[in-house]
């Protein structure tokens, strides 16, 4: 993490999302190989996925609703 003496980080959880959403996490992330689910996972983890998708989901949606508002 390289810090910037002009923009001091204010929280960890605010340097975190300034990092995740940077252009270089852009590239790298596109740069992994696509994951995907085998078939043959247990439904019990299946369900715990889709649980966590429709967390994310929710989540940015809500971001995308906030995104602009003061």
């Keep these: ?3 910037d003496p002009q923009h001091p980080v204010k929280s960890l959880p605010t340097e975190v999302r300034r990092q995740i959403g940077s252009e270089q996490m852009r590239r790298f ?4 190989p696509p994951f995907a689910v085998k078939p043959d996972v247990p439904a019990h983890l299946r369900d715990l996925l889709d649980e966590l ?3 994310e989901k929710k989540t940015r949606a809500r971001d995308r609703n906030s995104n602009g508002r003061s």
């Design 1 to 3: 993490m390289t810090r």
């Design 29 to 32: 992330v596109r740069s992994l």
């Design 53 to 55: 998708n429709r967390a």
